[in-house]
């Protein structure tokens, strides 16, 4: 309802503080072009539950924590996946599963409530601190830390390997998606659920917020590894004799709306962080932080972006 809305909007508003300088990453700073990828990797060798990269502080597990289960915008894509998955090895005696970049574990429990005590359900991620959560969370399955370049599991022990908008961050992406199908067994089904950027939009009838919207874009996207992670990843898959039936899901478009407190506090912190490097005015920070609620409260900021499922099959010996 509107009377929700405005609430949510008033309390996304009294939790900005007037001037709130970011704390800068230990041995980073405002000048630092550190990608996504270094920052996650620094946050696992230091045990953090936060990620910084430059002047940008993201609490990781605490945002993981906030956007699980249908409080996820990706939580229909991500469980229509699941049912595929589990579908592929119903016929499988003892379905081993692996999660690569479990953080959490919540792609990890839709696993487990379709398998409803079948087999074994793995998780892998490079931040102890979301894997401690994991493991209180859903004690059985098993979790470990690693990285999607080095898979901690041997050749093809798997079923099925999944993963979700973690090829976006990897530093190797062909290394990543071979990673996955070496641990997958011959017959076994991979998924990876990735965005692309240059598919999104901003809707928006203020010129103003548009333009803070492409600059923070042109911010992000010169910090991932992978912009269009699910299209590489496609066209990647396709020129490998070592899978088949690879197929592009249709895409769910993803409606980031701005009366979602969490995504506005997340959009903030990012623009604060580019207004410390430069890459915003303060003019800017403060035009998008007094009118952004308002724009939301009346439906004038959606963000849309498109996850896409890529689904496929270990060739058979």
């Known amino acids: 309802s509107v009377t929700r ?3 949510r909007i008033r309390d996304f508003r009294s939790s900005i503080p007037m001037s709130a300088p970011q704390e800068e990453a230990p041995g980073a700073s405002a000048e630092t072009k550190e990608s996504f990828s270094d920052a996650y990797n620094r946050a696992g060798k230091e045990k953090s539950s936060s990620v910084h990269y ?5 609490e990781a597990k605490a945002m993981a924590l906030k956007m ?11 469980s229509e996946a699941a049912d595929l998955l589990v579908a592929s090895v119903a016929n499988v005696d003892n379905p081993q599963m692996l ?11 839709l696993l487990l409530e379709r398998l409803d005590g079948r087999g074994q359900v793995y998780g892998v991620d490079i ?37 979700s908008r973690l090829l976006w961050h990897a530093k190797d992406l062909s290394l990543a998606v071979r990673e996955m199908i070496r641990v997958l067994k011959p017959g076994g089904m991979g998924c990876f659920i990735e965005g692309a950027m240059n598919l999104g ?31 590489d990843a496609y ?30 506090k997340l959009n903030y912190g990012m623009l604060e ?45």
């Open 5 to 7: 809305v405005s609430s």
């Open 54 to 58: 430059g002047s940008v502080k993201v």
């Open 68 to 78: 699980k289960g249908k409080n996820d915008p990706n939580f229909v894509l991500k």
């Open 99 to 109: 999660d690569v970049g479990c953080a959490v574990g919540s792609d990890v429990g």
């Open 127 to 163: 931040m102890p601190a979301c894997l401690d959560v994991a493991r209180k969370d859903y004690p059985s399955a098993k979790f470990s830390e690693g990285d999607v370049h080095a898979i901690p599991f041997g050749d093809e022990s798997m079923d099925v390997v999944r993963c």
């Open 201 to 231: 939009n901003f809707v928006s009838d203020d010129e103003k917020l548009r333009e803070i919207h492409a600059k923070k874009t042109a911010y992000i996207r010169a910090l991932s590894a992978n912009p269009n992670a699910a299209v």
């Open 235 to 264: 066209k990647q898959l396709l020129t490998l004799d070592t899978v088949e039936d690879v197929r592009l899901e249709p895409s769910r478009p993803m409606f980031m709306l701005g009366n979602d407190e969490n995504i506005m």
């Open 273 to 317: 962080g580019m207004t410390k490097e430069k890459k915003l005015t303060n003019e800017e920070l403060e035009y998008w932080k007094d009118t952004m609620p308002k724009a939301a409260a009346s439906g004038n900021s959606i963000e849309v972006g498109l996850l896409m499922a890529i689904n496929f099959r270990k060739m058979k010996k």
